[in-house]
């Protein structure tokens, strides 16, 4: 499975009846296994708010996730309200909730449209490291967390060591099993980890814990590989933050911003 090690199913997560979801293997948090990575949460949220409002005619330009908890790895709802509406511009809160317990909070800006109209001439963003051949990819063990072996990994700049690194990624999951793959569900899926792949402190003896999460994106992504770059500034006080980029072949697509507490171990 393109140089990854193969896990035993086939998406995030499993529609069950109503608005339930049944978290699989594949989000497995690196820090406890009996939690999920923030990265599906956060794709299949915003699947979810693109599936409810479907007639508005939008397309999401920012998401900020606050993550109030560890998100358990059981059955989750995705509770929805407009908090803004309007015809250009909506604001929607998403809740995701495990056992009744509000684990996470999303607040998703909606923007609408041009349709036909043209737009002046545009900057292309900033020049992306360029994807590496095979041979750059990341050989994972059979031990590596499942998260992490739902991707192929192939760094562009930097390296799993210390420091600031570019990646690019591509995944035979699907988010919910049974429906089609979209660049923007692997893309947002991977967003999260930014302050993983550019870490400053070592892990061994140093949290660097990602409390929100601020995703805005110019366009959603096509194609099979996406792209994330990204650096983290530590403070002298234990408040830290990652800023990265977000893209596809095509060029830069969005940008990322992660709010860190950091603390010794």
């Keep these: 499975m393109r140089g990854r090690v193969a896990l035993l199913v086939s998406s995030f997560y499993h529609r069950a009846a109503g608005d339930v979801f049944e978290a699989t ?10 939690f999920q990575h923030a990265g599906p949460p956060l794709a299949l949220i915003a699947r979810l708010i693109d599936e409810r409002f479907a007639d ?10 606050e993550i109030l908890g560890p998100i358990p790895k059981v059955q989750l709802t995705v509770e929805t309200k407009v908090l803004r509406p309007g ?4 604001l929607v809160e998403a809740t995701l909730l495990s056992a009744g317990n509000v684990v996470l909070v999303a607040n998703v800006w909606r923007f609408s449209q041009l349709g036909e109209i043209a737009l002046p001439p545009v900057s292309p963003g900033r020049p992306l490291y ?3 051949d095979a041979g750059a990819r990341l050989e994972l063990p059979e031990s590596a967390n499942e998260y992490f072996r739902a991707f192929e990994w192939r760094y562009a700049f930097g390296s799993r060591d210390l420091g600031p690194a570019a990646v690019w990624c591509r995944s035979d999951l699907a988010l919910i099993e049974g429906e089609p793959r979209d660049a923007r569900d692997l893309l947002l899926a991977l967003a999260d980890s930014a302050n993983g792949i550019s870490i400053e402190l070592p892990l061994k003896a140093w ?20 792209y994330l770059e ?3 500034l530590i403070g002298p006080d234990g408040r830290g933050v990652t800023t990265g980029f977000l893209g596809d072949l095509d060029g830069e697509a969005g940008n990322i911003v992660q709010a860190l507490l950091v603390s010794p171990r």
């Design 207 to 226: 949290f660097s814990i990602p409390t929100s999460v601020t995703v805005s994106l110019a366009r959603d992504p096509v194609g099979e590989w996406v």
């Design 130 to 132: 360029p994807l590496p």
């Design 25 to 34: 293997v594949a989000t497995t948090s690196p820090w406890d296994a009996r």
């Design 56 to 65: 508005d005619g939008m397309r999401i330009g920012r998401m900020t996730i």
């Design 87 to 90: 015809k250009r511009i909506k």
């Design 230 to 232: 990204a650096r983290t």
